[in-house]
């Protein structure tokens, strides 16, 4: 989804508009776009998303009426797949979107309010949903009316949600231009409720400003609060915004108490971490005329050398050659050998683009200058919600981030990585995977299984892993080349064939379709086979489609003509 996006794109095109490379890729978006238009399903959200992407990308070129035609077919998308399915949030946050680029504030808010009443869906989508409110409720009355109106409408929606704490977040941020001591009275309610260790830091900070406002305003001495603050959210700063906000709030705390010198240093340290934030967006965004530029007009600080080099290492306008001097120019080497998981992290965003090669090309010469001997190198590396931190080398680094199948030989051939004591390669490259399953990891596999010869014990859990994610290239490669058997079970009993009767319409795309009609036109399926449960992959279309849901699957059932004895 990319919703707020457009602006970041507008602001880029500024940035670029004479640069003829960049408007000769985003017209190829344009034509892209419009194949997807093509190739989706009329009346789905991947239609009216596709819509809205070509909109973006009309938007750099001020193509106002095109962009209107598209906001206007993306809405009719939405409103075909809302009759089919009309519990998804993301319908309504989605047309409540294009209500709010049309200036429709009132009818953005109706609809935000119908998407936050379904936000258990989905985390991400509610935080926007709640940003969006505050935005519409903004426009729509004015700022101070808006930010009561904001209230209000928080303070009902925590009446029925009352550990909503992204409703409790937003209406902090309203109270604050309204009543701030019930603004630090919600902002104290989340830092207790301990949610997240960055979020922590964010409320205190926010908890502080209200504080000094007070302090500022009221002359109400609140030193003992503050100091608290900025001691607890000094140990759980990570972003660089959050520190910047940290030393301008530290040094007007020290004007409060006169203790100008120390105001002065602050002010300093926020001028500097300003400053290196400036230079890190130049160098991570802009065309490499200007990278140049800005670098030569500065001292880098030896504190700020991977900051740079992550920046470098992500700007698309910057190509191999031009990297290699910038690297070698202002000696861009890690302080911390640990830190090379961020360039993997980084590079994950460039394997489905055209900027693949040169992203991954960069990726061998960081490594090559940094590390003589990769068999011998591991790094430390901390797996989401557990507390010890697991060893990672760089063969297990590129199947967890999903790398080319060139960087692969890279490491191989090139580098003797050792790669036969990995035993669980598919397994790896497949599960526990944040990204889709996509043809660049079916490339990978060929690689291993065709040239290198590899023969992988079968997994059956993987069938069902590729299932899900719709990869109809790689489910045949599995089926029809390893040989995987179709009539697999997982722990719940649950065949693929079930697995597919259980997913929800928003769920499918092209490739669910493809591979649920492979399946049905295979001689080898069992349709009649049971789960645990006793339900077999009719029954749970029979159950389903009489609660209203789930209409595709029955389509494709009637299609083939099974038997459902009930019908909506």
Same mark, same amino acid.
Request: with cysteine; charged share 35%; net charge positive.
């Given at each position: 989804?990319?919703?707020?996006?457009?602006?970041?794109?507008?602001?880029?095109?500024?940035?670029?508009?004479?640069?003829?490379?960049?408007? /000769?890729?985003?017209?190829?978006?344009?034509?892209?776009?419009? $194949?997807?238009?093509?190739?989706?399903?009329?009346?789905?959200?991947?239609?009216?998303?596709?819509?809205?992407?070509?909109?973006?990308?009309?938007?750099?070129?001020?193509?106002?009426?095109?962009?209107?035609?598209?906001?206007?077919?993306?809405?009719?998308?939405?409103?075909?797949?809302?009759? %089919?399915?009309?519990?998804?949030?993301?319908?309504?946050?989605?047309?409540?979107?294009?209500?709010?680029?049309?200036?429709?504030?009132?009818?953005?808010? !109706? %609809?935000?309010?119908?998407?936050?009443?379904?936000?258990?869906?989905?985390?991400?989508?509610?935080?926007?949903?709640?940003?969006?409110?505050?935005?519409?409720?903004?426009?729509?009355?004015?700022?101070?009316?808006?930010?009561?109106?904001?209230?209000?409408?928080?303070?009902?929606?925590?009446?029925?949600?009352?550990?909503?704490?992204?409703?409790?977040?937003?209406?902090?941020?309203?109270?604050?231009?309204?009543?701030?001591?019930?603004? *630090?009275?919600?902002?104290?309610?989340?830092?207790?409720?301990?949610?997240?260790?960055?979020?922590?830091?964010?409320?205190?900070?926010?908890?502080?400003? @209200?504080?000094?406002?007070?302090?500022?305003?009221?002359? *109400?001495?609140?030193?003992? $609060?503050?100091?608290?603050?900025? %001691?607890?959210?000094?140990?759980?700063?990570?972003?660089?915004?959050?520190?910047?906000?940290?030393?301008?709030?530290?040094?007007?705390?020290?004007?409060?108490?006169?203790?100008?010198?120390?105001?002065?240093?602050?002010?300093?340290?926020?001028?500097?971490?300003?400053?290196?934030?400036?230079?890190?967006?130049? @160098?991570?965004?802009?065309?490499?005329?200007?990278?140049?530029?800005?670098?030569?007009? =500065?001292?880098?600080?030896?504190?700020?050398? $991977?900051?740079?080099?992550?920046?470098?290492?992500?700007?698309?306008?910057?190509?191999?050659?031009?990297? /290699?001097?910038?690297?070698?120019?202002?000696?861009?080497?890690?302080?911390?050998?640990?830190?090379?998981?961020?360039?993997?992290?980084?590079?994950?965003?460039?394997?489905?683009?055209?900027?693949?090669?040169?992203?991954?090309?960069?990726?061998?010469?960081?490594?090559?200058?940094?590390?003589?001997?990769?068999?011998?190198?591991?790094?430390?590396?901390?797996?989401?919600?557990?507390?010890?931190?697991?060893?990672?080398?760089?063969?297990?680094?590129?199947?967890?981030?999903?790398?080319?199948?060139?960087?692969?030989?890279?490491?191989?051939?090139?580098?003797?990585?050792? #790669?036969?004591?990995?035993?669980?390669?598919?397994?790896?490259?497949?599960?526990?995977?944040?990204? !889709?399953?996509?043809?660049? *990891?079916?490339?990978?596999?060929?690689?291993?299984?065709?040239?290198?010869? =590899?023969?992988?014990?079968?997994?059956?859990?993987?069938?069902?892993?590729? @299932?899900?994610?719709?990869?109809? +290239?790689?489910?045949? #490669?599995?089926? +029809?080349?390893?040989?995987?058997?179709?009539?697999? /079970?997982?722990?719940?009993?649950?065949?693929?064939?079930?697995?597919?009767?259980?997913? @929800?319409?928003?769920?499918?795309?092209?490739?669910?379709?493809?591979?649920?009609?492979?399946?049905?036109?295979?001689?080898? =399926?069992?349709?009649?086979?049971?789960?645990?449960?006793?339900?077999?992959?009719?029954?749970?279309?029979?159950?389903?489609?009489?609660?209203?849901?789930? /209409?595709?699957?029955?389509?494709?059932?009637?299609?083939?003509?099974?038997?459902?004895?009930?019908?909506?």
């Amino acid at each position: 989804m990319f919703f707020r996006d457009i602006h970041n794109y507008r602001k880029k095109y500024l940035r670029n508009k004479y640069d003829k490379n960049f408007l /000769k890729e985003n017209k190829l978006k344009i034509k892209e776009a419009d $194949e997807e238009i093509k190739n989706k399903f009329s009346g789905s959200r991947d239609k009216a998303l596709a819509y809205l992407n070509k909109a973006r990308y009309l938007m750099l070129f001020n193509k106002f009426n095109e962009v209107l035609r598209c906001f206007k077919s993306a809405e009719d998308n939405i409103d075909i797949f809302r009759r %089919e399915d009309d519990s998804y949030e993301e319908i309504y946050f989605l047309k409540g979107f294009i209500k709010s680029i049309q200036k429709d504030y009132k009818g953005a808010l !109706e %609809e935000y309010d119908k998407a936050k009443k379904l936000y258990t869906r989905n985390y991400l989508c509610e935080g926007k949903i709640c940003n969006e409110i505050a935005i519409a409720n903004r426009k729509l009355y004015g700022f101070i009316e808006g930010n009561r109106k904001t209230v209000e409408y928080f303070d009902k929606v925590l009446n029925y949600l009352p550990d909503d704490y992204w409703s409790l977040n937003f209406r902090a941020l309203a109270n604050y231009f309204i009543d701030v001591r019930k603004s *630090i009275k919600d902002w104290t309610q989340l830092i207790e409720k301990n949610y997240d260790r960055d979020l922590n830091a964010q409320w205190r900070l926010a908890r502080i400003k @209200c504080n000094l406002k007070i302090w500022q305003t009221e002359n *109400i001495n609140k030193q003992k $609060e503050i100091v608290d603050d900025f %001691e607890k959210a000094e140990k759980e700063l990570t972003d660089r915004e959050e520190q910047i906000v940290f030393y301008y709030y530290k040094s007007l705390f020290y004007k409060l108490i006169n203790e100008y010198v120390k105001a002065k240093k602050c002010r300093r340290v926020a001028k500097e971490l300003y400053r290196m934030k400036f230079v890190s967006d130049i @160098c991570r965004h802009s065309s490499k005329e200007q990278v140049k530029k800005i670098l030569s007009k =500065i001292e880098i600080l030896k504190d700020y050398q $991977e900051e740079i080099l992550y920046a470098l290492f992500t700007n698309e306008n910057i190509n191999l050659e031009d990297f /290699k001097h910038l690297y070698r120019k202002y000696n861009l080497k890690f302080s911390n050998k640990n830190h090379i998981y961020e360039l993997f992290y980084r590079n994950r965003y460039f394997v489905e683009t055209e900027n693949k090669t040169i992203s991954e090309d960069k990726l061998k010469y960081i490594i090559n200058e940094n590390i003589k001997d990769l068999n011998k190198w591991e790094d430390k590396f901390k797996v989401s919600g557990k507390e010890k931190e697991q060893k990672l080398n760089m063969f297990e680094y590129a199947l967890l981030y999903k790398t080319s199948r060139d960087f692969f030989k890279y490491l191989i051939e090139e580098r003797h990585i050792n #790669y036969k004591k990995e035993k669980n390669i598919l397994k790896r490259l497949l599960l526990n995977s944040n990204y !889709e399953l996509t043809n660049s *990891i079916l490339d990978t596999i060929k690689y291993f299984v065709e040239d290198l010869k =590899i023969k992988f014990k079968k997994q059956n859990i993987l069938l069902f892993e590729i @299932c899900r994610y719709g990869n109809f +290239e790689l489910f045949e #490669y599995f089926v +029809e080349r390893l040989n995987y058997n179709l009539n697999v /079970k997982n722990k719940d009993g649950n065949t693929l064939l079930i697995v597919f009767a259980e997913m @929800c319409d928003f769920e499918y795309k092209q490739g669910h379709f493809d591979i649920l009609k492979y399946l049905l036109d295979s001689n080898k =399926i069992d349709i009649e086979a049971k789960n645990k449960k006793n339900e077999t992959f009719l029954s749970i279309i029979d159950k389903n489609t009489e609660d209203g849901e789930y /209409k595709i699957l029955k389509f494709i059932a009637k299609t083939y003509g099974f038997n459902i004895n009930k019908t909506k």
